[in-house]
């Protein structure tokens, strides 16, 4: 049965993830006064889903919120927010449910990645979040983007 469901997660996740960078465009949702046309607040659309926004609240591999991450909610596409829908109600078949991270990510944010990356003095967290690479490295290795597709019109499809 565990086999079963990974492997359904990996063919939903898998074939709806595509990220459309032709369409690519920088927003910025610097205030909670509205959201840009097509996209949505995630539990607007499902909210059966568990938001856990480690960017807004500190808990990721910088050790503190991330700049530009001005709301404890997961925005997206509305088309992003159907297809995670869709796949929550799959895992919801088999007893489990979807608990998402991080959406839409301010381009704000990730020059603060940029920077931190740059501080080889701060290791306060690199045992919980990187213990097997070198800091210098996270970029190099994927790990991290300077560019992230979370800083664009991502989509779902």
């Given at each position: 049965?565990?086999?079963k469901?990974?492997?359904?997660l990996?063919?939903?996740?898998?074939?709806?993830?595509?990220?459309?960078?032709?369409?690519?465009?920088?927003?910025?949702f610097?205030?909670?006064?509205?959201?840009?046309?097509?996209?949505v607040?995630?539990?607007?659309?499902?909210?059966?889903?568990?938001?856990?926004?480690?960017?807004?609240?500190?808990q990721?591999f910088?050790?503190?919120?991330?700049?530009?991450?001005?709301?404890p909610?997961?925005?997206c596409?509305?088309?992003?927010?159907?297809?995670?829908?869709?796949?929550?109600?799959?895992?919801?078949?088999?007893?489990y449910?979807?608990?998402?991270?991080?959406?839409y990510?301010?381009q704000?944010?990730?020059?603060?990645?940029?920077?931190?990356?740059q501080?080889?003095?701060?290791?306060?967290?690199?045992?919980?979040?990187?213990p097997?690479?070198?800091?210098?490295?996270?970029?190099?290795?994927?790990?991290?983007?300077?560019?992230?597709?979370?800083?664009r019109e991502?989509?779902?499809?």
């Amino acid at each position: 049965m565990y086999h079963k469901v990974v492997h359904t997660l990996r063919y939903l996740l898998g074939s709806i993830v595509v990220l459309e960078g032709a369409k690519a465009q920088q927003y910025d949702f610097s205030a909670e006064i509205g959201l840009h046309p097509g996209f949505v607040f995630l539990t607007d659309i499902d909210p059966t889903i568990i938001e856990s926004p480690r960017c807004y609240e500190g808990q990721n591999f910088l050790g503190k919120p991330v700049e530009g991450y001005t709301t404890p909610r997961i925005i997206c596409t509305k088309a992003a927010a159907e297809k995670l829908k869709a796949a929550h109600a799959a895992l919801n078949t088999h007893g489990y449910k979807l608990v998402v991270y991080d959406g839409y990510r301010p381009q704000r944010a990730v020059n603060e990645f940029i920077k931190w990356s740059q501080d080889e003095a701060d290791q306060s967290v690199k045992e919980l979040y990187y213990p097997t690479v070198a800091k210098k490295d996270l970029f190099e290795l994927g790990y991290v983007a300077k560019k992230s597709g979370h800083s664009r019109e991502a989509l779902l499809t």
